[in-house]
């Protein structure tokens, strides 16, 4: 371990997602037609606790920014190493091209307090309405405040707290 008075030797990295890990989240939504569609997500994160609130950052000429901007709402599905293949296959391929849904049979429910879809496989699911959004370069961000939150029964307390440790994050 070094002391005060040693330097470890340190070099310019990337500034491209340099801070990491981030949660690795599927976000599903619905368009104003009621075509579903969901993508993956490497931007998301808390951005308030009072009132609980999330962003997530999404690159305008994705398919499912215009259906986010057109009916203000979003769900952030946190996802585990079990659905690693679905979640890669979601990430490489656009709606634009064809039913990804369906080729990976990607079960879907609707949302309790949102119009849109959660991933019940899936071990949360936060249904969002979206408040604000602010355009940072690549991405626009858009603020969801937090409107319910679905926990697999295992892994939530009586009192509805997660165990996030229970959860193999990809």
Request: one cysteine or more; aromatic letters at 8%; proline letters at 5%.
């Amino acid at each position: 371990m070094d002391t005060l008075n040693e330097v470890t030797e340190k070099k310019e990295a990337k500034k491209k997602s340099c801070l990491q890990p981030a949660p690795k989240v599927l976000v599903s939504c619905r368009g104003l037609d009621g075509k579903n569609n969901v993508l993956a997500v490497g931007y998301c994160g808390n951005c308030s606790y009072d009132p609980p609130m999330v962003m997530v950052g999404i690159v305008p000429s994705r398919y499912s920014y215009k259906l986010i901007k057109e009916s203000g709402c979003f769900v952030v599905n946190l996802v585990d190493r079990r659905y690693k293949d679905t979640f890669d296959y979601l990430g490489s391929h656009s709606k634009r091209d064809g039913d990804k849904l369906a080729k990976m049979n990607v079960k879907l429910q609707d949302g309790k307090k949102v119009n849109a879809p959660i991933l019940p496989d899936c071990p949360v699911n936060i249904e969002c309405t979206v408040v604000d959004s602010i355009v940072t370069g690549s991405h626009e961000m858009f603020i969801g405040k937090v409107e319910y939150v679905h926990a697999d029964a295992g892994i939530a307390d009586a009192d509805g707290n997660i165990d996030f440790s229970q959860i193999n994050f990809l």
